[in-house]
């Protein structure tokens, strides 16, 4: 008889902090986070034939450039003189599917744009489409990108990049920052300025220069793992939820970061504090 | 080492049945529907749903399994004996999860088998698609090994909640059915505990593995062992305590 009551006193206390632990924590899928973790980009094929064009511009009557590369590599940066220089370069499959196709500018008020032209055949055969760019300081980019790798080097302005299955390596940047990313690994070094990031299936990691003002974290993962050595508190939250808040100096710079089922990690540099996990 | 192959041997031989049935039955199974697809009466996608219905049926069969080679000693009264002869009560519990994973075996290797003799169309297609044979080898065996891993976390999870139904008096059924929720919550949050001990442990490269590099360039999988080492220490637990269980405090009247 006593180990039948021991045993149902074992299971009652159980039952008890199994219940607790649905109530107030949310219960198993609230703090257990996935432990494998898949990413996908998707190998890119060299071009049998390419070609190449350069474009050059003065920066003084124009303040925004896009630019609208696939399945190529995007090198950006920025320079000390106000033009702005692009080398764009097509690639293809054969030279008859190369001869139809051309970078085109546009431009339209204080905007230029890069793209490649619309093709003959309703169907898009592969192309690709790569660029080097220099533009002056202080200019807005946009980058939008999709298979292949963007790599941003010492810019200073307002830097927007919108990519899928693509890899952004972003080393040096004074200045604003929005940034999206599907299935992508992102790599965001020397960071100095306010940033906006949403990804998604991405892998992303952000570090911070220190800068005055400081920086205001207003962080959330959905189905993800967080990470980092900053100032912010982490707190877990139902649904699978990472919800990270804090400052560093007065806060005056929003980090802005929104990630579902990705790896973020976020580090500022010289911070003296623990790490995050 | 003797006494615990007798134990297998007898749980073996009280599952030959039952496996030689299920056997049977698939390869019936694989046959019929071979011989509809050589009168053209049905395309070669049937055999893929053929193949699917084992499969399925296979994880609820060694579910079932689990709780019936404890059962029937009750039910056959040779728990009696069990608890009688000098042997610790892991020796049982582990020579019923012995019987589980080869029963387990014998049953996959049917199926695979009859796969191979009966739908070889089938097999060819799906060998286009795959890079090699040597590549369907050795994931094929790495996959095995973890579901007899998987299949052994269940296998342990089932006997403790078998094992305490025992022993309380009344609704056994319901206080099984409890315990295996309560384990694997136990064990879940036991994973989550430990996490932070084990991180310094480098993340498993799977996409390395399983040469997935050879499937689709740029597909990335790792695995983080971290939360899962604790819950693997909690499985072990599980099976210690069990089998402390069922030698001391299990009741034989229940």
């Known amino acids: ?277 | 080492m003797r006494r615990f192959l007798q134990l297998l041997k007898k749980d073996l031989q009280a599952s030959l049945l039952p496996v030689g049935f299920l056997s049977g039955i698939t390869i019936i199974l694989f046959g019929i529907v071979r011989l509809k697809m050589a009168s053209s009466a049905w395309p070669m996608e049937a055999s893929l749903a053929v193949i699917a219905i084992p499969l399925v049926f296979l994880p609820l069969w060694l579910l079932w399994q689990s709780f019936q080679t404890l059962r029937s000693e009750w039910r056959e009264d040779t728990v009696y004996t069990l608890l009688v002869l000098p042997v610790p009560g892991w020796y049982v519990m582990t020579a019923k999860l012995l019987t589980i994973w080869i029963e387990y075996t014998v049953l996959l290797a049917v199926i695979i088998i009859g796969t191979l003799t009966f739908f070889t169309p089938l097999v060819r297609f799906g060998m286009q698609v795959v890079p090699g044979i040597s590549w369907v080898l050795r994931n094929g065996i790495l996959l095995y090994l973890g579901s007899l891993c998987a299949l052994a976390s269940v296998v342990i999870f089932v006997q403790l909640a078998f094992v305490v139904s025992k022993m309380v008096g009344r609704l056994q059924g319901l206080v099984a059915l409890w315990t295996l929720i309560l384990s694997g919550w136990l064990v879940d949050r036991l994973g989550v505990l430990l996490e932070p001990a084990f991180r310094w442990l480098p993340s498993l490269p799977l996409h390395k593995l399983f040469r997935l590099e050879e499937l689709e360039q740029g597909v990335v999988a790792e695995w983080n062992l971290a939360p899962e080492i604790g819950s693997w220490i909690g499985v072990l637990a599980v099976l210690v305590l069990t089998s402390y269980l069922f030698e001391h405090y299990v009741e034989v009247n229940g």
Do not use: C
């Open chain 1, 1 to 277: 008889m006593k180990i039948r009551r021991i045993t149902l006193a074992v299971l009652l206390l159980l039952t008890v902090l199994f219940v607790a632990d649905i109530r107030y924590f949310g219960g198993p899928n609230s703090t257990k986070q996935p432990s494998v973790h898949f990413n996908v980009s998707p190998g890119i094929k060299a071009p049998a034939v390419e070609k190449s064009q350069s474009f050059v511009n003065s920066g003084e009557e124009l303040s925004s450039l896009v630019l609208k590369g696939q399945r190529g590599n995007v090198e950006l940066r920025s320079t000390d003189t106000d033009q702005i220089v692009v080398h764009a370069t097509i690639g293809a499959d054969s030279e008859e599917i190369l001869d139809t196709f051309e970078v085109v500018e546009t431009i339209w008020g204080s905007e230029i744009r890069y793209e490649i032209s619309k093709g003959q055949e309703d169907e898009m055969p592969e192309v690709w489409l790569s660029f080097v760019v220099e533009v002056p300081a202080g200019m807005e980019v946009s980058v939008e990108q999709n298979f292949g790798q963007v790599r941003v080097h010492n810019f200073r302005g307002f830097l927007s990049l919108n990519t899928s299955f693509s890899e952004v390596t972003v080393w040096g940047l004074e200045g604003t920052a929005s940034i999206q990313s599907n299935f992508g690994v992102l790599d965001l070094r020397k960071i100095a300025g306010p940033i906006t990031l949403n990804d998604s299936f991405s892998t992303s990691k952000v570090e911070f220069l220190t800068i005055d003002g400081g920086y205001d974290f207003d962080i959330e993962v959905v189905n993800g793992v967080l990470a980092g050595k900053a100032p912010f508190q982490m707190d877990t939250q139902q649904n699978n939820k990472l919800v990270a808040r804090g400052q560093s100096g007065d806060g005056v710079h929003p980090v802005v970061i929104r990630s579902s089922f990705g790896n973020v990690t976020v580090n500022l540099k010289d911070f003296e504090g623990t790490r995050v996990d």
